[in-house]
């Protein structure tokens, strides 16, 4: 595992150096803007615009940043050839790949920590205190935090065997149909004849579901998070993320470099 | 029998292309060789030969279509052989944010050094290779020359006993070639097996022990450079000066080059050329054998080989 280690916190590393936290700049104007404005056009819902807004810009630049550089992990060393180097030394692929994910992972971490903070600045902001139910909002953090590690390890299996382009296509097109997945499950068709309805709802249970980790709509009306609803979306995460990383790792140890 | 440093047996790769990738290019084909331990093996060929191709199979960078090869006496497949191998990349690249000395310090993690020794060791390196007044700078305002710098100081900052260099000399001025064949020569010294790719001849003459040529994706032969090229003389050639207005017979089959004359006999001639030239009261400035270079011999395998491939092309087999 030190190898792992060695590779995540050089992974974190270049995305420090790389400037991605940059967004945190982003974050904090957009945060900003909206304590301002929110005071200014709502009345009595302030805190619920202002929790909305938050946990849909830390979800969206998540996001970006686990797909685009999750599929940069492995396809900008293969292509830039930085790899060759690693590859040589004491290192098992799966060692590389897995430390690539884990310091995206920690990246991300640190990213959304620093954009709750922002968030409960700008909740401070417009209601002068902060409440004990506002604590669910971590809650709300905390999931979404867990959906983009399962992008990340998603971005990171189809960037094992495609191109980067494909790879970005592949992990939104997933991420769209996991949004979907629990609609598809429950779906009761009318027009759609037995044998393919099953196949569609066998689809959906192979494709991650994303709604496990929504509780945006709760949190932003101040209501609570069932404890066994935040352990099953870890389990869940964790099991899913585990398969799909396999997956990469069985890939990418066979595979050619150019 | 001593252990061989490296064994290939009958190694092949092929690579997919075209529609659906349904063509196969044979890359490499059916390569078999030893490098023993301690030698300075040169593989030899022209660009497209298969010689980064067979160093890539080594370092599993790629797998084989058909073949093994072990290092050490461990098969490649065996991921903690690497930590006696050091591996220079052709044209390598390193992550760009880092300083040459991060770089090198984040290598030499991976082979369980201390913090302690893997400063002392990234110091030394960084000096020996000549990058100790640019360790500070990241690698992104780097040239390619110092790039090969770092690639070098990473192969051997770990003190590997084979060391892989995959063209070593690319993209170096002479200064740093002179500088890459020092190390290596010391790496001999230090009783390491280097297995390196060049396509510049001279230096292959000058530094290894055994070279393999590969054109094609054969390997053509292995020996040592004067075995490659034959060791018989081809004649004696005199440099000399000689006064202006000399009436001197040999003039006539001389090359002159400003003051200096050239002129080439077969062996049993010489003393009768000398003997004139002593005559002709001429500066004698030296006389040397003349042999086939490892150039010829290269440019004479390249030749066939692709006259080779031409008449398989014209009889459409």
Same mark, same amino acid.
Request: proline content about 3%; hydrophobic content about 50%.
């Given at each position: 595992?030190?190898?792992?280690?060695?590779?995540?916190?050089?992974? !974190?590393?270049?995305?420090?150096?790389?400037?991605?936290?940059?967004?945190?700049?982003?974050?904090?104007?957009?945060?900003?803007?909206?304590?301002?404005?929110?005071?200014?056009?709502?009345?009595?819902?302030?805190?619920?615009?202002?929790?909305?807004?938050?946990?849909?810009?830390?979800?969206?630049?998540?996001? !970006?940043?686990?797909v685009f550089?999750g599929v940069g992990?492995?396809?900008?060393?293969?292509?830039?050839?930085?790899?060759?180097?690693?590859?040589?030394?004491?290192?098992?692929?799966?060692?590389?790949?897995?430390?690539?994910?884990?310091?995206?992972?920690?990246?991300?971490?640190?990213?959304?920590?620093?954009?709750?903070?922002?968030?409960?600045?700008?909740?401070?902001?417009?209601?002068?205190?902060?409440?004990?139910?506002?604590?669910?909002?971590?809650?709300?953090?905390?999931?979404?935090?867990?959906?983009?590690?399962?992008?990340?390890?998603?971005a990171?299996?189809f960037s094992?065997?495609?191109t980067p382009f494909l790879a970005i296509l592949f992990t939104a097109?997933?991420?769209?149909?996991?949004? !979907?997945?629990?609609?598809?499950?429950?779906?009761?068709?009318?027009?759609?004849?037995?044998?393919?309805?099953?196949?569609?709802?066998?689809?959906?249970?192979?494709?991650?579901?994303?709604?496990?980790?929504?509780?945006?709509?709760?949190?932003?009306?101040?209501?609570?998070?069932?404890?066994?609803?935040?352990?099953?979306?870890?389990?869940?995460?964790?099991?899913?993320?585990?398969?799909?990383?396999?997956?990469?790792?069985?890939?990418?140890?066979?595979?050619?470099?150019? | 029998?001593?252990?061989?440093?490296?064994?290939?047996?009958?190694?092949?790769?092929?690579?997919?292309?075209?529609?659906?990738?349904?063509?196969?290019?044979?890359?490499?084909?059916?390569?078999?060789?030893?490098?023993?331990?301690?030698?300075?093996?040169?593989?030899?060929?022209?660009?497209?030969?298969?010689?980064?191709?067979?160093?890539?199979?080594?370092?599993?960078?790629?797998?084989?279509?058909?073949?093994?090869?072990?290092?050490?006496?461990?098969?490649?497949?065996?991921?903690?052989?690497?930590?006696?191998?050091?591996?220079?990349?052709?044209?390598?690249?390193?992550?760009?944010?880092?300083?040459?000395?991060?770089?090198?310090?984040?290598?030499?993690?991976?082979?369980?050094?201390?913090?302690?020794?893997?400063?002392?060791?990234?110091?030394?390196?960084?000096?020996?290779?000549?990058?100790?007044?640019?360790?500070?700078?990241?690698?992104?305002?780097?040239?390619?020359?110092?790039?090969?710098?770092?690639?070098?100081?990473?192969?051997?900052?770990?003190?590997?006993?084979?060391?892989?260099?995959?063209?070593?000399?690319?993209?170096?001025?002479?200064?740093?070639?002179?500088?890459?064949?020092?190390?290596?020569?010391?790496?001999?010294?230090?009783?390491?097996?280097?297995?390196?790719?060049?396509?510049?001849?001279?230096?292959?003459?000058?530094?290894?022990?055994?070279?393999?040529?590969?054109?094609?994706?054969?390997?053509?032969?292995?020996?040592?450079?004067?075995?490659?090229?034959?060791? $018989?003389?081809?004649?004696?050639?005199?440099?000399?000066?000689?006064?202006?207005?000399?009436?001197?017979?040999?003039?006539? $089959?001389?090359?002159?080059?400003?003051?200096?004359?050239?002129?080439?006999?077969?062996?049993?001639?010489?003393?009768?050329?000398?003997?004139?030239?002593?005559?002709?009261?001429?500066?004698?400035?030296?006389?040397?054998?003349?042999?086939?270079?490892?150039?010829?011999?290269?440019?004479?395998?390249?030749?066939?080989?692709?006259?080779?491939?031409?008449?398989?092309?014209?009889?459409?087999?």
């Amino acid at each position: 595992m030190k190898n792992v280690w060695t590779v995540a916190a050089n992974t !974190f590393r270049e995305a420090v150096r790389d400037r991605v936290l940059y967004n945190l700049v982003f974050f904090a104007l957009l945060m900003m803007g909206a304590a301002i404005l929110v005071g200014q056009i709502s009345i009595g819902i302030e805190d619920s615009v202002i929790v909305s807004l938050g946990l849909t810009a830390i979800s969206v630049i998540g996001l !970006f940043i686990a797909v685009f550089i999750g599929v940069g992990l492995v396809s900008k060393e293969m292509d830039k050839r930085t790899l060759y180097a690693l590859l040589a030394k004491p290192v098992e692929r799966w060692e590389f790949l897995l430390g690539k994910f884990f310091g995206l992972v920690m990246t991300l971490t640190v990213n959304t920590a620093a954009m709750a903070v922002g968030l409960y600045l700008a909740l401070w902001t417009v209601k002068h205190t902060l409440e004990r139910s506002d604590a669910w909002v971590l809650v709300a953090v905390y999931l979404i935090l867990l959906k983009l590690v399962l992008i990340v390890a998603l971005a990171l299996l189809f960037s094992c065997f495609t191109t980067p382009f494909l790879a970005i296509l592949f992990t939104a097109g997933i991420y769209v149909a996991g949004v !979907f997945a629990g609609a598809l499950r429950t779906m009761q068709a009318v027009d759609i004849s037995a044998r393919p309805m099953t196949l569609l709802k066998g689809i959906s249970y192979l494709l991650p579901n994303f709604e496990n980790f929504n509780v945006m709509g709760a949190v932003a009306h101040g209501r609570g998070v069932p404890g066994a609803l935040v352990g099953q979306a870890t389990l869940y995460a964790v099991c899913y993320g585990a398969v799909v990383l396999a997956g990469a790792a069985a890939i990418f140890s066979r595979r050619n470099l150019k | 029998m001593a252990t061989p440093a490296i064994e290939i047996e009958h190694l092949s790769k092929e690579y997919p292309y075209g529609f659906l990738n349904l063509k196969k290019k044979k890359s490499l084909e059916d390569l078999s060789m030893r490098v023993e331990s301690g030698e300075v093996f040169g593989f030899l060929g022209p660009n497209g030969a298969g010689k980064s191709t067979t160093i890539k199979l080594l370092m599993r960078l790629i797998f084989p279509n058909g073949g093994t090869a072990r290092i050490l006496g461990k098969s490649i497949d065996d991921v903690s052989m690497h930590r006696e191998i050091g591996y220079l990349p052709e044209q390598p690249y390193f992550y760009d944010y880092l300083t040459a000395a991060e770089v090198l310090d984040y290598f030499a993690r991976f082979h369980g050094l201390t913090a302690a020794d893997r400063k002392a060791r990234v110091q030394k390196m960084l000096k020996k290779v000549g990058l100790d007044t640019a360790k500070r700078i990241q690698l992104r305002k780097y040239s390619k020359g110092m790039l090969q710098r770092v690639g070098l100081a990473q192969a051997i900052l770990h003190e590997p006993q084979v060391v892989i260099l995959d063209e070593p000399m690319s993209g170096l001025d002479p200064l740093g070639r002179r500088e890459v064949r020092d190390i290596i020569l010391e790496l001999k010294k230090d009783g390491r097996t280097v297995l390196f790719s060049t396509h510049i001849l001279s230096d292959a003459e000058m530094l290894c022990d055994q070279v393999g040529v590969l054109v094609g994706g054969k390997l053509r032969g292995v020996g040592t450079p004067g075995e490659m090229v034959g060791i $018989k003389t081809q004649g004696m050639e005199i440099l000399f000066e000689v006064a202006e207005g000399k009436k001197l017979p040999l003039l006539a $089959k001389a090359t002159r080059t400003g003051e200096r004359y050239r002129v080439q006999f077969p062996e049993e001639e010489v003393y009768s050329a000398l003997d004139q030239l002593k005559a002709a009261d001429a500066r004698i400035l030296s006389v040397a054998q003349i042999k086939p270079t490892l150039e010829e011999f290269f440019m004479n395998l390249v030749e066939a080989d692709r006259a080779q491939a031409n008449a398989v092309e014209v009889s459409g087999k």
